[in-house]
């Protein structure tokens, strides 16, 4: 076990101990929109995740993951692309740390376009190019690459749950598209 | 007491449970930088604090502080300049959630340019226009206000405590200053 | 007249030197988002343009023009914001250069969202909140101001012309509203 | 000859019509900031340019250059890196518009920190991560990769001409550096 293994397995926080901070704090999270680029930057799939949420529906979600304790932004972009889409992904980490937005998910549906029952968490959202082999991971039963066009379809925007479809739509705003 | 009021309470750790949660997750930050502008958007003066470090010692800083479960970004933005500033300070809170920069604070030093031996903190950076009357609130000594250029003397930025100085110049360097 | 203006009259071209350049160059605007924003920087208003167009067709526009030969970039938004809005705006010129995107207008259709059938334009575009009083000036019918959420309106979005429904939603987007 | 060439002779200027539009027109150019990353996104060198100016000076410089008639601005972007730095630099082109600041050249020094006595210039700035095999193309020298910490060395900046030390020091605040 590395020392960096070790260090997040010290930065882990127990089941109750993680549901107590989030009575008390807002807890930090990056959301990543992974896309395909072409030779030009120009974006020419968006990658979405299908899983079953806790409720046995079927949902579709960007890749998303908590920020640990000592754990450096670009690494746990770096750790949820891998989670969700597997080791060989090669994403291409942002090297400046702006986000093009940052979401903020209340546990009180309304309060911002974002909503997370379980929490109030404060999302830094980046676009994340992938170069490599994706595959859907652990929990997720596909994943999905769309046209920004198709990315923008209604029917398919109303499958992101907790606000994603809001989220996907502000990147491909961000990105240039024609939201 | 308002609703708003009563909420913030409930959301107010205890010195104990929020040194318990400093050990286990990254604590959510805003760090602003006041000025003060012309009429056509021109930075012309930088306000800094002066206080005294818990060692005793004398420092300069920035506004900065938590971001509070349940507050918005936009409260906590303006929460921190009043608590700062003052009542009257007229704060021009962003419109936008897009930060200039994300400064990521380890209790560790050298990890990144920013350190904060109590904690693993993110913090959010915006430049934040103030119109109105500034005093220094509660603890701080002084509030003094400086041209950009002068806020870039070597020697006042080595006053400038945990990275602040390294902030202010990239604060500067995104305004479009000759930093 | 002051050397600005005397510079100014220096920096127009006629109107055959411009026809020419816009052969030949991209052209450089701005685009501006004209907003009311609270006292916590929300925005709650967006301004919006009724003009005549050439081909005599009713239609809204953000307001937007041409940087001069030697003109700094918030001297460029001044100005358009005062051309468009009156000399009582009050504009808020944005502190920062960066832009919240650059809109790449083509002659022809369909290269981008942007059109503009007499030259290849590129506009840095940015959210300008007036604190002042605003009224239509020139050849614009009328200055509406609506909320964000009517902004979205499709209907609303489309009366505006040469792709400003994009830049509009766009602009919506980067402030974190629900498009 | 490709019709994306015809296009492009099409949108050249002749020396002559270049000079005349130079003195009555804002020039809309792209300024890069080449740089390597490692996996994680962290840049690990910056790349510069050094060649002999007109007047026979030494002097280093980013990539930059003018963005033609009827080009995307992420074809501009592609052309400039093949153009300084060969055909196999397999530049990364930035997937949004929105650039991390504008520099504004003016013929006249000190208006802004950025000077070009050729004209006025209003430049677009991206850092544009490059994987492939580099190498100084046409007029240039050399290409020299420095870490972000030599970058910043003063002696290093002082030989860039024309602003592009204070433009790096940009990049490099932006990327999060300890500018």
Redo the contacts between chains.
Sequence with gaps: MSPLDLDRDA?W?SRE?LD??R??????YVDLVP?R?D?????IAVGLLLRVSEDGHIMRELVSGR?????????A??RHVEKDLGPMALP???????????A?Y??TPG???FHDPRQ?A?S?AY?V?VAGDCAPQQDALDLTWVTPNDALDPLLIAELAR?HG?LL??AL???????
Excluded at 23 to 28: A, E, S, T
Excluded at 67 to 75: K, M
Excluded at 93 to 101: M, N
């Design positions: 930065a926080l101990d107590a901070a009575d008390k704090l807002p807890i930090l896309v680029v030779d030009r930057g120009q974006v920020v640990l304790h000592h754990e450096r932004l670009r690494d972009i770096l291409r980490v942002p090297a400046a740390p702006q986000p093009f937005t940052v903020e209340f546990p309060v911002t376009p109030h404060v830094l676009v190019p606000g809001v739509r502000q705003a961000h990105l240039g598209f024609a939201i």
